[in-house]
């Protein structure tokens, strides 16, 4: 049931595949970037400033704009917990939701788990559920000196990336970096989702580990997530039909 799914995903067009961080605070500036972008962008992601802000009406926007919204809360706690996180990201309607991989197995269990049944007792399609794997914002230096894992980046990525599949997650947030190596361990019906986009001559900003979209596209991602270099463009409008076209390019 999930791999004709994701059999679907590859088959989605560039809009649909584009996703848009609302990496902003208030309901006023979300609700105009939704309505000014949704025939650009397929998926917005709410984020913990926005949610914090605002709550879940602005789930409802991007709903009635017939966009998809991706949760990206990254739920991290006991696994009895994240099921209660979960059962209620399902009952939001949400496209998909994060938790975090590092919670290990039976946390994401449970969040998988609760998902699946959530969906099956409203009647409603089971969003996806994503891991976190290794944050953008984190490299070889921070992983080894301040959470003490000596792997490489991309060998505790894979890691976290199977243990995921293992749990029932139906994919992972991972850096563009990472792409092939986690395609090879968990296969093509494995969502990858893939933050750190930049255009090329954007401001890395506190990314470390970035790609252009049309090379993280080529490396295998399915969804590319992507917020300044259209939030603060002078015509945001012009960048996300940019990041299109790059996007569309062969």
């Given amino acids: 049931m999930v791999a004709i799914s994701l059999i679907k995903i590859k088959n989605l067009s560039a809009r649909e595949r584009l996703v848009l961080a609302l990496d902003v605070d208030d309901f006023s500036s979300a609700e105009n970037l939704v309505n000014l972008l949704k025939d650009y962008v397929g998926v917005f992601k709410i984020?913990?400033?926005?949610?914090?802000?605002?709550?879940?009406?602005?789930?409802?926007?991007?709903?009635?704009?017939k966009a998809r919204v991706f949760l990206d809360l990254k739920f991290h706690d006991i696994p009895n917990t994240v099921k209660g996180a979960a059962e209620s990201a399902t009952k939001l309607g949400v496209y998909m939701f994060t938790v975090h991989a590092s919670?290990?197995?039976?946390?994401?269990?449970?969040?998988?788990?609760?998902a699946r049944e959530t969906s099956i007792k409203l009647g409603i399609k089971k969003p996806f559920v994503l891991g976190v794997t290794v944050l953008t914002s984190i490299d070889?230096?921070?992983?080894?000196?301040?959470i003490c894992v000596k792997k490489s980046l991309k060998e505790y990525a894979v890691h976290l990336a199977k243990l995921a599949k293992s749990a029932g997650l139906d994919g992972v947030v991972a850096s563009a970096q990472e792409i092939k190596e986690i395609r090879n361990?968990?296969?093509?019906?494995?969502i990858i989702l893939t933050p750190g986009i930049r255009p090329a001559g954007e401001e890395l900003n506190d990314q470390k580990r970035v790609m252009?979209?049309?090379q993280a596209?080529?490396?295998?991602?399915?969804?590319?997530?992507?917020?300044?270099?259209?939030?603060?463009?002078?015509?945001?409008?012009?960048?996300?039909?940019?990041?299109?076209?790059?996007?569309?390019?062969?």
């Fill in 103 to 114: 919670g290990g197995y039976g946390m994401m269990k449970a969040a998988a788990d609760a």
């Fill in 212 to 214: 252009t979209p049309k």
């Fill in 47 to 65: 984020g913990s400033q926005l949610f914090i802000s605002e709550g879940a009406n602005i789930i409802n926007v991007v709903n009635k704009a």
């Fill in 185 to 190: 361990a968990c296969g093509a019906d494995f």
């Fill in 217 to 250: 596209l080529k490396q295998g991602a399915d969804f590319l997530v992507i917020g300044r270099p259209i939030i603060n463009a002078k015509n945001p409008v012009k960048a996300a039909q940019d990041i299109l076209k790059e996007m569309e390019e062969k």
């Fill in 140 to 146: 070889r230096q921070v992983l080894e000196r301040e």
